[in-house]
């Protein structure tokens, strides 16, 4: 692991795109048990993540909510308990989806597609947790900017991310971002997801911290 991490500290190429044919996510769409593993794994690890989200945000005030790259759906089921009034929409890929069949509704649906150039939903809200640290600043915008092209002007994105601080010191997200870099992704400070707005088609608003190890990046569309 470690001469693999070096090749990525060294050539700033993925060292996922060296070892695995297509790269991280062409290996897990092409095998449908190591998908079902790391969407599990997800799951599991966002649980505290997701109740900090739900605590620090007010979701009632929307009507539709969609989940881009939402897995299993496992935010997305906390955030509709929290806003009765609400319907969603979680949208994926075609094999995730299928494995999260189970979680449709009739508050809830379900929608395959390509996050960037698929159609996606309309809605007032768009949620998309820790999606965006999966990709370089290219592809980061390519999805935003597709977002935007079915956001009506009343909407919000709301990306949940670990941040990185300004401060010099050492924290989670800094290190986490080394193993992004080993797979094609990035951690951010606030002030990057603002410009990655800004090229994609939104304002930046505000940062709430959830004290849960992530924060809500809220923007609107410009």
């Known amino acids: 692991m470690k001469c693999l991490l070096e090749h990525s500290l060294r050539t700033g190429v993925p060292t996922a795109e060296k070892v695995l044919a297509g790269g991280v996510w062409g290996y897990l769409s092409s095998n449908p048990e190591a998908s079902r593993i790391f969407d ?3 799951t599991s690890k966002a649980y505290g993540q997701v109740a900090g989200v739900v605590e620090a945000y007010d979701f009632s ?3 539709v909510i969609g989940d881009i790259g939402g897995g299993r759906g496992h935010l997305l089921q906390r955030v509709l308990m929290s ?3 609400a319907r969603g929409v979680l949208f994926d890929q075609q094999h995730v989806v299928e494995q999260a069949s189970g979680v449709r509704s009739d508050r809830l649906t379900l929608q395959a597609g390509d996050f960037f150039k698929g159609d996606l ?8 947790m820790e999606v965006i640290h999966d990709w370089n600043d290219e592809d980061a915008t390519k999805i935003l900017r597709n977002v935007r092209s079915a956001a009506p002007a009343h909407s919000k994105l709301l990306i949940i991310e670990a941040i990185i601080a300004d401060d010099p010191g050492l924290s989670w997200p800094k290190t986490l971002d080394l193993w992004m870099l080993a797979i094609g992704g990035k951690q951010r400070t ?3 997801y603002a410009e990655l ?3 994609a088609g939104f304002s930046f608003t ?3 911290d959830t004290q849960a190890g992530v924060s809500i990046i809220e923007g609107i569309p410009a």
């Open 40 to 42: 599990e794994a997800m």
């Open 61 to 63: 005030v929307f009507r």
């Open 83 to 85: 806003a009765p009034a």
């Open 121 to 128: 939903p309309v809605c007032d809200a768009y949620l998309l």
């Open 190 to 192: 606030c002030q990057e």
């Open 197 to 199: 707005f800004a090229n």
């Open 206 to 208: 505000r940062q709430i």
